[in-house]
């Protein structure tokens, strides 16, 4: 039987967490089948978490796609020989990966989908992935839908948040996205003043390109944890009361979990990359440093004083 439904993926947690409306939307047409993503292993552990999809870790069991020659395990030929289909965003049609996904699963219709829309794209990226399934009409409408629950509901939204804990993300996978670090540690002892708890979240990106006497600053600020994979970054954000960051994955998962969170943009533009979910929270300047640090704290004040 035909019931494996693989979502390829090896982009960036934010755009990997605007992909999971195709996973929900896929889970409710095929309530029978088994939606895996193929990922890297944190993001696959965090989409079995939230979504309660499976997952297959795309470094071990399915590296040789890419190989002129794939030799794939047999765990890994056993899921495309039981393909029903096939959504890649980690591969083009003309890719080698796509002639040895063609080779090992030819029963199995395959859609290549993009992650950023092209220039002149007014709508939000999830509109763009919608507009690439059209040639599925139930999908395309299915995943609009699961869209829409995520603003509206987000995923997670029965949360026991520790009391005016305010988790703040830094960083970000590009530097030009960032709003000045002074700016975040000036937040934090405003609102340790104002009585609430604050912690900093730090990821892979900003252990390995800040330098230490920035990570000092902080810890100086406020307390600092370094969660150790996705999952643990998920227990983070959904223990607090409110969120603040970047353009970045981290708000992106917040955002998606229901835990109310503010999301500094610069460059790039909220009506496209906006994090999905019921109580997001968007400062935009153009430059990102034209945002003062009296517009943070008045929307970070407002998210402690209504999150629940």
Same mark, same amino acid.
């Given at each position: 039987?035909?019931?494996?439904?693989?979502?390829?993926?090896?982009?960036?947690?934010?755009?990997?967490?605007?992909?999971?409306?195709?996973?929900?939307?896929?889970?409710?047409?095929?309530?029978?089948?088994?939606?895996?993503?193929?990922?890297?292993?944190?993001?696959?552990?965090?989409?079995?978490?939230?979504?309660?999809?499976?997952?297959?870790?795309?470094?071990?069991? &399915?590296?040789?796609?890419?190989?002129?020659?794939?030799?794939? #395990? =047999?765990?890994?030929?056993?899921? /495309? %020989?039981? $393909? @029903?289909?096939?959504?890649?965003?980690?591969?083009?049609?003309?890719?080698?990966?796509?002639?040895?996904?063609?080779?090992?699963?030819?029963?199995?219709?395959?859609?290549?989908?993009?992650?950023?829309?092209?220039?002149?794209?007014?709508?939000?990226?999830?509109?763009?992935?919608?507009?690439?399934?059209?040639?599925?009409?139930?999908?395309?409408?299915?995943?609009?839908?699961?869209?829409?629950?995520?603003?509206?509901?987000?995923?997670?939204?029965?949360?026991?948040?520790?009391?005016?804990?305010?988790?703040?993300?830094?960083?970000?996978?590009?530097?030009?996205?960032?709003?000045?670090?002074?700016?975040?540690?000036?937040?934090?002892?405003?609102?340790?003043?104002?009585?609430?708890?604050?912690? &900093?979240?730090?990821?892979?990106?900003?252990?390995?390109?800040? #330098? =230490?006497?920035?990570?000092?600053? /902080? %810890?100086? $600020? @406020?307390?600092?944890?370094?969660?150790?994979?996705?999952?643990?970054?998920?227990?983070?954000?959904?223990?607090?009361?409110?969120?603040?960051?970047?353009?970045?994955?981290?708000?992106?998962?917040?955002?998606?979990?229901?835990?109310?969170?503010?999301?500094?943009?610069?460059?790039?533009?909220?009506?496209?990359?906006?994090?999905?979910?019921?109580?997001?929270?968007?400062?935009?300047?153009?430059?990102?440093?034209?945002?003062?640090?009296?517009?943070?704290?008045?929307?970070?004040?407002?998210?402690?004083?209504?999150?629940?």
């Amino acid at each position: 039987m035909l019931r494996n439904h693989l979502i390829f993926h090896t982009g960036a947690l934010g755009d990997f967490i605007l992909s999971w409306p195709l996973a929900l939307a896929l889970s409710r047409l095929y309530p029978h089948g088994r939606i895996i993503y193929v990922t890297h292993r944190s993001k696959g552990r965090l989409a079995e978490a939230v979504l309660g999809v499976e997952s297959a870790d795309i470094d071990s069991a &399915f590296a040789a796609l890419w190989s002129p020659t794939a030799m794939l #395990p =047999a765990q890994a030929q056993a899921m /495309l %020989a039981g $393909a @029903a289909g096939i959504y890649t965003f980690a591969a083009g049609p003309d890719d080698i990966a796509a002639e040895n996904m063609r080779r090992c699963a030819p029963q199995a219709p395959m859609l290549f989908l993009r992650t950023v829309p092209p220039d002149g794209f007014a709508a939000h990226a999830v509109d763009y992935l919608v507009d690439q399934l059209k040639s599925l009409p139930a999908l395309a409408e299915c995943t609009a839908g699961a869209a829409r629950y995520m603003r509206q509901y987000g995923l997670c939204p029965r949360r026991t948040p520790r009391d005016r804990l305010l988790v703040i993300h830094p960083g970000s996978g590009s530097m030009h996205k960032c709003w000045p670090a002074e700016g975040f540690i000036e937040v934090a002892r405003a609102a340790r003043a104002a009585g609430a708890l604050v912690r &900093f979240v730090l990821g892979e990106a900003e252990l390995e390109r800040w #330098p =230490a006497d920035r990570i000092d600053a /902080l %810890a100086a $600020a @406020a307390e600092v944890c370094c969660p150790d994979d996705y999952l643990e970054l998920a227990a983070v954000l959904r223990s607090a009361a409110a969120c603040l960051g970047n353009d970045s994955g981290p708000s992106h998962l917040a955002g998606a979990l229901g835990v109310p969170t503010a999301c500094i943009f610069g460059p790039t533009s909220p009506a496209t990359w906006a994090p999905l979910g019921p109580a997001v929270r968007v400062l935009h300047g153009r430059p990102i440093d034209s945002i003062t640090v009296a517009d943070v704290l008045h929307v970070v004040d407002e998210m402690l004083k209504t999150a629940r």
